[in-house]
């Protein structure tokens, strides 16, 4: 079975303050994909990043970065100096590549408060 | 770049009525899928269609039914609502490459309300 772990429901902080969101998977497949995506108050989703099972090279976007670690199932999320544009929830995600529609496995979300 | 397009934005209904959703997916993607978001939950998958072929299904309701038309955009329908079936319905889309699919890009939702 598939599975996404957010064990953090909601996290406030302080702008520019950095602030990590954990996210803990399970899956049985060897191949698979992880996601975050982040919902802000006006509903929408929307793709940060995806990686692979097989890359576990860690990825930096401006102030956004993911450390992924398959030997404890971690797809961590870092904010660096935070903004107040970035209070949303975040979801994190899990997905099989590999058929011919393969549906989205949610975690339940963190809610993300950045207080000016 | 073009989004996933869904209509309407917001749909106010009454109980036992019914209820028709629109997924307009991205160009050239291939696949489209539908996820229920409840107040404060995550999404859920609902259904998925690959080339207009029904390709997997979730915690979809027998009261619901969806299919995928000749020009890729979907349709979910909804029938005898009720109370419950107050959510947001997201649409999303990916281009099927082979035996590997891509990233699912989501559309605006629409938020249905069940009175």
């Known amino acids: 079975a598939q599975k996404v772990t957010q064990v953090q429901t909601e996290i406030s902080v302080v702008e520019k303050e950095d602030v990590t969101l954990d996210c803990v998977y399970e899956t049985r497949d060897t191949t698979y994909y992880l996601f975050w995506y982040k919902q802000p108050p006006s509903g929408e989703l929307v793709f940060l990043i995806r990686?692979?099972?097989?890359?576990?090279q860690n990825e930096i976007s401006g102030r956004y970065s993911w450390n992924f670690q398959k030997s404890t199932s971690s797809f961590n999320f870092t904010i660096t100096a935070s903004q107040v544009v970035d209070s949303a929830v975040y979801f994190c995600a899990l997905s099989h590549p590999y058929s011919s529609a393969s549906k989205i496995i949610f975690g339940s979300g963190t809610r993300l408060s950045i207080r000016p | 770049a073009a989004g996933v397009i869904q209509s309407p934005r917001h749909l106010i209904k009454e109980k036992r009525e019914t209820a028709t959703l629109k997924c307009y997916p991205i160009?050239?993607?291939?696949?489209v899928y539908w996820y229920q978001q409840g107040p404060g939950q995550d999404p859920q998958f609902l259904i998925s269609f690959y080339e207009k072929m029904q390709s997997d299904k979730g915690s979809i309701p027998d009261r619901f039914s969806a299919q995928q038309f000749s020009d890729y955009h979907s349709e979910l329908n909804m029938s005898s609502l009720e109370l419950g079936d107050s959510a947001l319905y997201f649409c999303a889309s990916s281009l099927n490459r082979g035996l590997e699919t891509d990233t699912q890009y989501f559309g605006p939702g629409t938020r249905l309300t069940v009175l």
């Open positions: 990686r692979n099972s097989f890359d576990e």
């Open positions: 160009p050239r993607h291939d696949t």
